[in-house]
């Protein structure tokens, strides 16, 4: 059983930063992309940003381009999201997931695990 436990979330002031982490524990496919996701209250969940096995390849939301990092550590199977510049249109519940190993999708319907995710909250 894959397991996927994000951390990192809380309240930030407009124009900070934060960095969430997703460590993946368990059985899983030998290669795979990582994503991040997140669901604003009201919305549907949306696509963040994603990246390759290998870490060279990454797509992004055009809405988070330019402020919003991926990066993966594959030693630790460990993904992570950093976030600057918040504004309080990033506020959601950020997920974490694991994606197919063909593609760098930004598909929700593509990521077949996930984590329960961790709340993002800008102030003004």
């Known amino acids: 059983q894959v397991q996927l436990v994000e951390s990192g979330g809380g309240l930030v002031q407009a124009g900070g930063s934060l960095r969430l982490s997703c460590p993946v524990s368990?059985?899983?496919?030998?290669?795979?992309?990582m994503g991040w996701f997140r669901q604003a209250p009201g919305k549907e969940r949306e696509f963040v940003a994603a990246?390759?096995?290998?870490?060279?390849?990454?797509n992004y939301a055009e809405s988070v381009k330019g402020r919003f990092t991926i990066s993966r550590d594959k030693a630790n199977n460990t993904v992570f999201l950093q976030m600057n510049s918040l504004n309080p249109e990033d506020t959601a519940v950020y997920y974490c997931?694991?994606?197919?190993?063909?593609?760098?999708?930004?598909?929700?319907?593509?990521?077949?695990?996930w984590g329960q995710g961790t709340q993002v909250t800008v102030s003004s």
């Open positions: 997931a694991i994606g197919p190993a063909w593609d760098i999708s930004s598909r929700t319907y593509d990521y077949k695990a």
């Open positions: 368990g059985r899983t496919s030998s290669t795979y992309t």
């Open positions: 990246i390759s096995w290998s870490g060279r390849q990454t």
